[in-house]
């Protein structure tokens, strides 16, 4: 089974504080993508990448960046957090071919205060 | 420009009962799929189906069918005989080759199944 994890269920952190969400996949999948996911917005891209050390914006990259040292692991990063930034991440990966599914991890909750 | 409605906010049924949950897309490209994901309350969105533009049969697969009608851009879902532990908040996705693997999420509709 494709498994994709991420280091934390729930964060909670203060604004200003630099913040880094990790994901990891076991599938050697060359895509790796970053959402976040509010109330009635669905889910939106925030960064993706294709290969290691590649990476590419979403459709809401303000307010944060993104590393892939390695191929399994994809690392998101808020810079500064701040409030407007809680919400649900989710990571997810999927093979390189355009067409394929993704494949989710659990979520992180982060709380801003 | 590349969208998905799902105008379906939340659906409530009581078990055993059929439930459609409507998926309406708009793209410009001829080359594209289409998915169906679920998000159980645990949170991890899991996959359901995925369709592509060229393939307009209808699909089963247990308690759960897809209606893919090009002519009215429509993906539709539906669950026969609905069971508690089919609640859950149900996205519809799109892609296409111009998006590069990139998929375009609906806003999600919210199934609660009651015993």
């Known amino acids: 089974d494709v498994k994709v994890t991420q280091s934390s269920r729930y964060l909670v952190k203060r604004t200003g504080e630099k913040v880094f969400l990790e994901c990891v996949q076991d599938?050697?999948?060359?895509?790796m993508f970053w959402y976040r996911q509010d109330p009635g917005l669905g889910l939106r891209l925030i960064y993706f990448s294709y290969d290691v050390k590649m990476k590419e914006k979403g459709d809401i990259p303000e307010g944060y960046s993104v590393s892939r040292e390695k191929k399994e692991r994809f690392s998101l990063i808020l810079e500064s957090a701040s409030t407007n930034q809680t919400s649900m991440y989710l990571c997810?990966?999927?093979?390189?071919?355009?067409?394929?599914?993704?494949?989710f991890g659990p979520g992180t909750r982060l709380t801003v205060l | 420009a590349q969208k998905v409605t799902q105008a379906q906010t939340e659906i409530s049924v009581v078990e055993k009962e059929d439930v459609t949950l409507d998926c309406v897309y708009e793209?410009?490209?001829?080359?594209?799929?289409l998915f169906w994901y679920k998000q159980p309350p645990s949170g991890e969105l899991v996959f359901l189906i995925r369709?592509?533009?060229?393939?307009?049969q209808n699909e089963i697969s247990g308690r759960y069918s897809w209606n893919f009608q090009k002519s009215t851009s429509s993906f539709n879902f539906t669950i026969t005989a609905s069971q508690v532990v089919d609640s859950a908040v149900y996205f519809c996705?799109?892609?296409?080759?111009?998006?590069?693997?990139?998929?375009?999420f609906g806003q999600g509709t919210e199934l609660s199944v009651k015993p």
């Open positions: 996705a799109l892609t296409s080759y111009n998006q590069g693997g990139k998929l375009i």
């Open positions: 599938m050697d999948h060359e895509n």
């Open positions: 997810a990966s999927s093979f390189l071919a355009g067409f394929n599914e993704q494949f």
């Open positions: 369709r592509n533009s060229f393939d307009e």
């Open positions: 793209t410009r490209d001829t080359t594209y799929y």
